[in-house]
């Protein structure tokens, strides 16, 4: 594929999956281990708030702090985030070390493109050590769009100085993926490891 100059990968879904004892959720065993009903924290929490935590708009903190003092006052916010992270953490190694040996093959930057608020996106560069294997991380709450807001992708743009079609993304999301290509960025919805095979090679200063 020539002129890509930067590789994108989503994160959840395709590079960190829930750990195997959690099941199709972090939040899967939340009632046994904390006492928490996530049906409760989606009804007071997520529903009402997320929108303005994962835009930038509010802190995660300020949000879920007074949340929890009324349906689980026996829980802190921090409590909460340790266990919400190291459950929804397991990064996919196998794939790593295929991106690193792909990366070695071309010399287009690999970066992150995810929606997150601003303390799970810096456990994931630092804590998770995504960093060690990327370029940059750009994430909502920094940007101040979500996707698939066009803004995200613009942003994006902007700070690599690059155009759309000088831009692969891979994304679990098909309404991400639609949105990408409206700004002319070639992008494939992912469906495993596999998805990187409809790629072909990247070559060397090909654009």
Avoid: C
């Avoid at 708030?49 to 949000?63: F, K, L, N």
């Avoid at 190694?93 to 010399?107: F, Q």
């Amino acid at each position: 594929m020539t002129g890509i100059r930067a590789v994108i990968f989503d994160v959840d879904g395709v590079l960190v999956t829930h750990q195997p004892h959690q099941g199709s959720s972090w939040s899967a065993h939340l009632k046994r281990d904390l006492d928490l009903d996530p049906s409760h924290l989606q009804e007071a929490f997520f529903l009402p708030h997320w929108g303005d935590i994962v835009s930038g708009r509010a802190s995660i903190e300020e949000r879920l702090t007074p949340v929890l003092a009324e349906i689980a006052p026996h829980l802190s916010a921090e409590n909460l985030l340790t266990y919400w992270f190291e459950a929804d953490g397991h990064i996919d190694h196998a794939l790593l070390d295929r991106l690193r040996r792909w990366r070695e093959e071309t010399d287009a930057g690999f970066h992150l493109a995810t929606n997150q608020e601003h303390r799970r996106a810096s456990y994931l560069w630092q804590t998770m050590g995504l960093n060690a294997h990327f370029d940059a991380i750009h994430y909502s709450a920094n940007i101040g769009h979500a996707k698939p807001e066009e803004g995200f992708y613009q942003t994006i743009e902007n700070r690599l100085g690059l155009a759309g079609s000088q831009i692969l993304l891979f994304d679990d999301q098909s309404k991400n993926i639609e949105a990408a290509k409206t700004r002319g960025w070639r992008a494939f919805i992912w469906e495993g490891a596999e998805t990187l095979e409809k790629v072909g090679d990247l070559r060397r200063s090909d654009g």
